[in-house]
């Protein structure tokens, strides 16, 4: 399955120690083997408030397993040469980024090869004044969020400020909820389709078939699925087959 070049960017993200403590050891390659263009990994969170149930569900199962940034890293460099192999981000919350220390966070992702950072609590002003110059050091990129009510001004400055992708929320929700296709994300969508980007825009927050992911594309440069990749992996487990089986259901491959 060749990768993607123009549009229809396929990224896939799944919690870091579920369901299994170095599950990441056998999903990582995985994913690469079923050729996603992207990968997000989620670090794992007491208290992920932008996050629906079963993500929710799998942060606690990954925290309860023993995962913490340290361990996290520790995957990541030992398979080096597959996280090299294309995008993967790290996806967490701004206190676990603050209080492992920022310079070393990002120092920590350079020598594991992370291509950038979702902090969706991090104000782009804040990230501007205080720690895009350290991001640049360490040549790790960000992407922030955008939503259905998010300001033209504020539009500007995520294509300006992200140096990754835009992350389209598709609903003001948690993850995990189903993408509805009605008048108001056609707007949403056609609005983004309309304005000239920096970035390549992918939608996320309700991906979960086949069909969302054509929606997405149809619009932006391709999709972000989380929520369904993990109730894959809840019902079927985390076999190679089994996971390039889900992506090409994903595409349509």
Not at 50 to 62: P, Y
Not at 66 to 76: K, N, P
Not at 121 to 149: H, N, R
Not at 156 to 163: K, Q
Request: hydrophobic share 40%; aromatic share 12%; with cysteine.
């Amino acid at each position: 399955m060749e990768r993607k070049q123009n549009g229809k960017l396929l990224n896939i993200f799944f919690t870091a120690g579920y369901p299994m403590l170095h599950s990441l050891d056998d999903i990582l390659p995985s994913l690469v083997a079923a050729g996603v263009d992207m990968i997000e990994v989620g670090l794992p969170y007491s208290d992920p408030l932008a996050d629906g149930q079963l993500i929710q569900e799998t942060s606690k199962v990954a925290l309860q397993n023993g995962m913490h940034i340290d361990i996290l890293f520790e995957q990541l460099d030992r398979n080096y040469e597959t996280v090299s192999a294309l995008p993967v981000y790290l996806m967490g919350y701004f206190n676990q980024f603050l209080q492992y220390g920022p310079e070393r966070f990002l120092a920590r992702c350079f020598k594991a090869g992370v291509k950038g950072l979702i902090l969706p609590d991090l104000p782009m002003e804040y990230y501007e004044t205080e720690y895009a110059k350290l991001f640049e050091k360490w040549q790790v990129g960000i992407s922030f969020l955008i939503c259905p009510d998010t300001s033209e001004g504020r539009l500007d400055n995520a294509d300006r400020l992200s140096t990754g992708f835009v992350y389209a929320v598709s609903q003001s929700a948690t993850t995990g909820s189903k993408l509805t296709a009605d008048t108001t994300l056609k707007t949403y969508l056609q609005q983004l389709q309309n304005r000239t980007w920096k970035n390549k825009v992918l939608l996320g927050f309700g991906i979960q078939k086949h069909n969302d992911f054509e929606t997405a594309c149809a619009y932006l440069d391709g999709a972000i699925v989380g929520s369904a990749f993990l109730q894959h992996i809840k019902q079927h487990g985390i076999g190679r087959e089994g996971i390039i089986k889900f992506v090409k259901s994903i595409r349509n491959d």
